[in-house]
């Protein structure tokens, strides 16, 4: 076997899928060929190289992108035939989503309609979409939405699935729809008016708020009269909300008390709270802010979902290994997976936390605190009369200041004075013994 | 080694038959074929890591990466209808991925470079996942978050048909039948062109000088970690 004809077989070698006799040739070439065992050796390690490869986790937001945008494509692609799969005979009580489809669908004739029932429809699956990434919630949903099928989709037959009264769990904590989709139902829907107001209906009555994942800051500068009078108030107004001072600090020895708070309150006491603590005295600065984080927290459960998913199957695998590198390799494997599920339900419970309880930064500043800005248009007379009055004042500090200095050097210089003294009286002696 | 695109993420040399199915896989193929958009986005949790591998690998930079992936999710739900029962789905999802990376490699082909200098940092947590024989010490990881992005490169300098092989194989370890199928080639063309590429990419390295000559080969630094050199 030539060297060329080798190196055609290589990789096939490397991956074992040679038949026997080509192998034994091969083997028989090496044994006989540096050159060609080298060209062996330095292939090995590209593959390994490339086999060392990790692969990298998904981008942020990944999930939450391709759920929005497969919505997006069902939606376009399914409003009409969806339409069509339901039957127009139906009495009695039918199902709400249903009686929907059945109402639009003499509407569906008219070109102008299907336009809007796509954008229903997206919105719609969107929500479909959604919920399906978040465990837990989403059985009712589906219960309303799934005309075709409601069988197929029993709870637990997927992975996510769960009873579906986890729905009435959620429809106490979310108050409203996602404001945006709302608005988009309403605005394009004026057309089937009755259909798209009934689709807002249905989502309003089962959808856990996903866009009020939102974390609340603010921060507040206010000056008051008497700091521990508003302290107090602070407290008091804190307490109402249910809310609590997650850290403090006041200085209160100085003649112009201040101090600041940080301070947790209910989401929905946000508003009302800044409200209140604006009433202490004047604004001096005011700073909100927000941040929807729902794309976070769906990412982080789907990921979570995930993972427990892995988990489960690591230990049935734990269980039929048979060696003990099998389990070694299976509980680094399930070590790994348990660690990022805790991370990741760390992250969970913070974004969590911060979205139930926003967070103000309330500062408080009696009157008269040199940070504050002259204020403009002041009487000029009392500016004069106040530098000359702090100009006297330094002047004074200063003669105080060089008693003092001159009072906390006085001893040392005795002692420099004594010892001077002595040893002149030493040098000034010594002629005289000597002589 | 040989563990398919099956499975999510399997430890290194567990076979995916080993796995029991925790929910049923063919149940969302066929209603994410009735156009059911949640019923895909379940079945893609199972992917989408792995195309968004295999798109990062293709196409070299993490932004391109994220971007071809979602599209390439997206076209395999709008071609679900079209896809036929006997085939496999990981393999046939394989398959729009890779031509949506060459496309838009094409696409690209009048600005050719490529970014594919990204450094590859060690920030997916799971770096100790090799099952490591020695004791690891700490300059470790950072060697081998070098070597990773140096490995990264030498794999975007390859031809668009051998990095597509070369990434398949051995960073995500299909069969060669899978890769038949993916390219839509045949076996023995799989064979051969896998021969050429990793031959072209043991060119890479060596020019990267990331491999060790045999002659010095025993005792120096064990390159093929995790991975026995014989067989």
């Known amino acids: ?435 | 080694m040989d563990h398919s695109i099956g499975a999510t993420v399997l430890p290194a040399g567990m076979p995916k038959e080993a796995l029991p199915l925790s929910f049923d896989e063919a149940h969302l193929i066929s209603r994410s074929r009735d156009g059911d958009a949640a019923a895909f986005g379940e079945l893609v949790q199972i992917y989408e890591r792995r195309v968004y591998n295999l798109a990062y690998r293709m196409c070299g930079n993490r932004e391109d990466a994220a971007d071809l992936a979602q599209e390439a999710l997206v076209r395999a739900f709008k071609a679900m209808r079209r896809f036929r029962e006997q085939a496999q789905f990981s393999t046939w999802l394989y398959r729009i991925v890779v031509n949506v990376c060459l496309d838009h490699q094409r696409s690209r082909m009048r600005h050719p470079t490529v970014s594919l200098d990204e450094p590859v940092t060690g920030d997916d947590g799971d770096i100790p996942r090799q099952v490591v024989a020695d004791e690891p010490d700490p300059s470790e990881h950072y060697d081998r978050a070098e070597t990773q992005a140096a490995v990264h490169r030498a794999i975007g300098r390859l031809a668009a048909d051998h990095r597509a092989v070369v990434i398949m194989r051995d960073i995500q370890g299909l069969a060669y039948e899978e890769i038949a199928e993916v390219l839509g080639i045949a076996l023995g063309t799989v064979k051969s062109r896998l021969n050429r590429a990793r031959m072209a990419l043991k060119e890479e390295l060596q020019r990267a000088e990331l491999l060790t000559p045999p002659g010095v080969y025993a005792g120096s630094r064990d390159v093929s970690r995790g991975e026995e050199s014989q067989r």
């Open chain 1, 1 to 435: 076997m030539s060297c060329d004809r080798l190196k055609d077989l290589l990789s096939l070698y490397i991956d074992d899928k040679l038949p026997a006799e080509q192998r034994r040739q091969v083997d028989e070439h090496l044994a006989k060929c540096p050159d060609c065992a080298a060209e062996l050796a330095m292939l090995r390690q590209a593959v390994a190289l490339a086999g060392s490869l990790d692969d990298l986790e998904l981008p942020e937001g990944f999930h939450v992108a391709v759920q929005a945008k497969l919505a997006e494509a069902a939606a376009t692609a399914n409003a009409a035939p969806a339409a069509e799969a339901v039957s127009s005979a139906a009495p009695g009580p039918i199902p709400i989503a249903q009686g929907l489809l059945i109402r639009t669908r003499t509407a569906l004739r008219r070109p102008l309609w299907r336009g809007a029932l796509a954008t229903a429809a997206a919105v719609v699956l969107l929500f479909a979409v959604v919920s399906n990434a978040l465990p837990g919630w989403n059985g009712n949903v589906w219960q309303l939405l799934s005309y075709r099928d409601t069988q197929l989709r029993e709870p637990g037959v997927l992975g996510g699935g769960t009873a579906p009264d986890a729905g009435t769990d959620t429809e106490t904590k979310a108050p409203g729809i996602n404001q945006g989709t709302d608005a988009a139902g309403k605005g394009d829907g004026t057309g089937v008016s009755e259909g798209g107001d009934r689709l807002v209906g249905i989502l309003t009555d089962t959808s856990v708020g996903i866009g009020n994942m939102i974390i609340r800051t603010g921060t507040l500068t206010v000056q008051v009269e008497k700091f521990t009078e508003a302290e107090r108030q602070v407290n008091t107004i804190v307490e109402d909300a249910g809310g609590y001072i997650e850290q403090s600090s006041a200085s209160l020895d100085d003649t112009i008390k201040s101090g600041w708070f940080r301070i947790r309150v209910p989401q929905d006491e946000f508003t009302a709270v800044i409200a209140r603590f604006e009433e202490l005295g004047t604004v001096r600065q005011k700073e909100m802010g927000s941040e929807d984080v729902s794309a976070a927290i769906v990412d982080t459960e789907a990921r979570i979902a995930n993972l427990r998913r892995q988990e489960l199957r690591l230990g049935e695998l734990l269980g039929q290994a048979k060696t003990l590198d099998e389990i070694l390799r299976v509980e680094n494997e399930l070590n790994r997976v348990r660690y990022q599920i805790e991370s990741y339900e760390g992250q969970l419970k913070y974004l969590q936390n911060r979205v139930a309880m926003a967070t103000i930064a309330l500062s408080l500043k009696e009157p008269g605190d040199p940070a504050d800005p002259p204020v403009p248009g002041a009487d000029i007379w009392r500016q004069i009369w106040k530098a000359f009055v702090n100009t006297w004042r330094g002047i004074g500090r200063f003669a105080v200041g060089l008693v003092v200095f001159v009072a906390s050097v006085a001893p040392v210089a005795l002692l420099i004075g004594a010892a001077w003294w002595a040893f002149a009286r030493y040098r000034g002696r010594r002629p005289s013994s000597g002589s």
